[in-house]
């Protein structure tokens, strides 16, 4: 399952299929089941999960592009099932975290771009050129539009889905429909949420927390932490609450 033209310095699983002309690095660890596309190079310290397919010409596993990196040992993490479409580029971390972590079951489009210390969770979706820079933390379920970029360190919130084309410089909350120019809330993502299993009930009480916090007066942070005191606040309630709360460089609105 190895064209006779790839380069493989680590050990690969009996079941891997390495495509004419990939160049794979020597410590590269893989799980069973992957498939590396043509003239792709990954390299490392990385890890591959189970059945991770890596596109044609992707670039993966690099040093980070951060002034400040100075040859640390760091790596690169890939969970299970995620698919990463053709030159798309994915760099290792530096030493302020030891690594860039990509969750299970993920979509990475084509041209997308994952700078040093990004932390992405489970089952993304990042549509093509997609760009995020350094540091910047994705939660679990969310889709973000193709041609976004995203500025270091910023937040996207579990479920929350980013429109294509805007540029994402403030944290984005759980649960929420984003876009325009400047980025800004449109609604609760709730055809998103639906598809995911959310009862109409947790719709209910995610849509009026949703219309009290950035619909109604009063200063955001004073009417999170009122709702994280309400002891009849539901548990998405309070997660959407806290991530506010949390924000170091504002959130949306």
């Known amino acids: 399952m190895i064209h006779p033209t790839a380069v493989a310095d680590s050990v690969l699983p009996d079941d891997a299929q390495i495509e004419a002309y990939a160049v794979i690095g020597p410590e590269v660890r893989f799980g069973k089941g992957v498939r590396i596309g043509p003239h792709a190079f990954v390299t490392g310290p990385a890890f591959i999960g189970d059945y991770v397919s890596i596109g044609p010409s992707a670039v993966i596993g690099t040093d980070p592009q951060d002034l400040k990196y100075d040859s640390e040992r760091t790596e690169l993490i890939i969970g299970s099932g995620t698919v990463i479409r053709e030159f798309a580029n994915i760099n290792r971390g530096t030493a302020e975290s030891g690594r860039t972590v990509i969750g299970s079951d993920c979509l990475i489009m084509a041209y997308v771009h994952i700078a040093h210390d990004c932390y992405i969770g489970d089952r993304v979706i990042l549509a093509n050129a997609v760009n995020m820079a350094g540091h910047v933390e994705i939660g679990c379920d969310v889709t973000v539009g193709g041609v976004v970029p995203i500025h270091q360190f910023v937040r996207i919130g579990d479920h929350a889905m980013i429109g294509g084309g805007y540029r994402v410089s403030k944290d984005v909350p759980p649960f929420v429909l984003a876009g325009g120019a400047p980025l800004g809330l449109l609604a609760l993502n709730r055809i998103g949420l639906r598809r ?17 916090l950035f619909r109604e007066d009063g200063t955001l942070t004073s009417k999170a932490q009122g709702l994280m005191e309400d002891r009849n606040t539901s548990d998405d309630v309070k997660q959407l609450a806290e991530f506010i709360i949390s924000s170091s460089r504002g959130v949306i609105s």
Not at 196 to 212: H, M, N, P, Q, V
Request: hydrophobic share 30%; net charge positive.
């Open 196 to 212: 995911k299993g959310f009862s109409k009930e947790r719709l209910d009480s995610l849509d009026r927390a949703f219309r009290y």
